[in-house]
């Protein structure tokens, strides 16, 4: 009874081993390589899978999603003789699971040492200035090469990228000072032209600034002569209108002469010969005005225009303003 029980719990076991090895399930985006006795049989893709237990077998399971690997840095000599470090990243995608398994033992080293070589063969026909400014090409000659070997090991590149390019210190410091003095040339450079287009601009400014003073003082003067012009037309208009005398053009010609003398600058002035026919017409207006003339003059009996009389009682003398 015993050994019959023992025997079914060791039917019972084979089953659930059979089971489990019978039905595979393979998740997304991932292979499963199968083998039977020790050959290559079938490729298993996502979902339910069924094979024969305790004949087929699963050799290796791979991710056939895109996959990243960074590689550390590899010292590369350019052609100038410098040595300079390169940090790569590959980006690569198995498209044959079947390949991938029994073309190359280890894609993943084999990309890497295939990068290096490639990568200092690329630098090695390049100068240093080239290599830090041709990332792109770098890049792209990489990547040919890679996915060119890579093919028949059903892999793809994808992407390469240079991660960082160091050069020796020594280079690094000498680089750092040469673009420092171009940094400040370029700021000298530019602060002298700001300072000429200041002073052109302050030069253009003083100009305008002349030019339209001048334009205005032009402008007053023209003003200012017409206004005086028609000063002396309103005024000669209005003595013309008037009907003035000789008697009221000497008498406001009298009243001149002290305005013309009042200045503290007028230390010399001429009188114009014509004042004295002024004052003498003045005399024999006031000689007429009071009445107190000597009889012996030439307008009408006065005596010496220059000279009055004394007022006579109970007449009131005229005031001249």
């Given at each position: ?18 089971l489990v090895q019978t039905i595979q399930v393979i998740q997304q985006a991932s292979a499963a390589i199968v083998e039977r006795f020790g050959r290559y049989t079938r490729t298993l893709n996502a979902g339910l899978n ?50 991938a398994t029994y073309e190359v033992s280890n894609y993943i080293q084999a990309i890497e040492q295939l990068t290096v070589t490639t990568l200092r063969n690329i630098i090695g026909g ?196």
């Amino acid at each position: 009874m015993d050994a019959i029980i023992i025997v079914l719990v060791i039917l019972v076991v084979l089953v659930i081993i059979a089971l489990v090895q019978t039905i595979q399930v393979i998740q997304q985006a991932s292979a499963a390589i199968v083998e039977r006795f020790g050959r290559y049989t079938r490729t298993l893709n996502a979902g339910l899978n069924i094979v024969v237990p305790f004949i087929d077998r699963i050799r290796n399971r791979i991710d056939l999603r895109e996959q990243v690997v960074p590689f550390p840095p590899q010292p590369v000599i350019t052609q100038d003789n410098l040595v300079v470090n390169i940090d790569t990243v590959i980006y690569y995608q198995v498209t044959d699971a079947r390949a991938a398994t029994y073309e190359v033992s280890n894609y993943i080293q084999a990309i890497e040492q295939l990068t290096v070589t490639t990568l200092r063969n690329i630098i090695g026909g390049m100068d240093l200035e080239r290599t830090l400014t041709s990332r792109e090409e770098i890049n792209a000659a990489l990547r040919g090469v890679l996915d060119e070997a890579t093919g028949k090991w059903g892999i793809r590149v994808n992407r390469v990228e240079l991660k960082a390019i160091e050069p020796p210190t020594s280079i690094q410091d000498s680089m750092e000072k040469q673009m420092r003095a171009d940094r400040d040339k370029r700021a000298a450079i530019l602060q002298a032209e700001g300072v000429r287009q200041s002073e052109i601009l302050q030069a253009e400014g003083a100009k305008q600034s002349e030019i339209l003073r001048a334009e205005g003082d032009a402008k007053a003067s023209a003003l200012r002569a017409e206004g005086e012009a028609q000063a002396i037309r309103t005024v000669f208009e209005a003595i013309h209108a008037g009907d003035a005398d000789q008697k009221l053009l000497s008498y406001q010609y009298v009243q001149m002469l002290p305005k013309i003398a009042s200045g503290d600058s007028n230390k010399l002035w001429i009188v114009p010969s014509e004042i004295g026919d002024a004052l003498k017409g003045l005399g024999g207006n006031l000689n007429r005005i009071t009445g107190n003339g000597t009889g012996n003059g030439p307008d009408g009996g006065a005596g010496d225009p220059g000279t009055l009389s004394k007022p006579q009682v109970g007449r009131q003398q005229p005031r001249i303003e």
